[in-house]
């Protein structure tokens, strides 16, 4: 039976990693860019129990867009950082999301919950993901994080 679970364990493993295919790419100029504008607002708006999450995305057109998280009482109706500024775009007229990360208090890169990858994929489906690596963020599309995608019947 243990001999199982390990082999259990290393299938799982591989799996993780074919998912994480095509290989992910380091930041460009512009990532560094954006990640600043993630840390700014979260560092500008953090909020004991309210806002823990920040996260900025561009758009194709240049456009960024940067939010944090909504907290609330009833935990289940809190809203990520990423769902407000995908919220945001489409205020604005644009969703064409070319990158999107989010982070911390502390700054760090966090790679987005099930339903925002979900999300980020029904309005920009060609964008992409900064996510922590094992030597730092690095950008990965979305798709990669997501397979087996849900789709509306019929699209
Ligand atoms: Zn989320």
Partial sequence: MKTAHASSHARRGCVTASLQSPMPQSLE????????????IIGLRQ????????????????????????????GRVAICA???????????????????????????????????????SDYAPNAHVIVPGVEGPERVPVTALLPNKYVRPGT
């Fill in 47 to 74: 909020r004991q129990d309210w806002h823990h999450i920040g996260a900025a995305l561009r758009t194709r057109s240049g456009r960024v867009f940067a939010a944090v998280h909504l907290e609330a009482y009833v």
């Fill in 82 to 120: 990423e769902a407000i500024a995908v919220g945001m775009g489409a205020a604005a007229g644009d969703t064409d999301i070319e990158v999107i990360v989010a982070v911390n208090r502390a700054g760090k890169v966090v790679a987005p919950c099930g339903i925002c990858r979900e999300l980020i």
């Fill in 29 to 40: 100029p512009g990532d560094q860019a954006l990640l600043t504008e993630a840390r700014a």
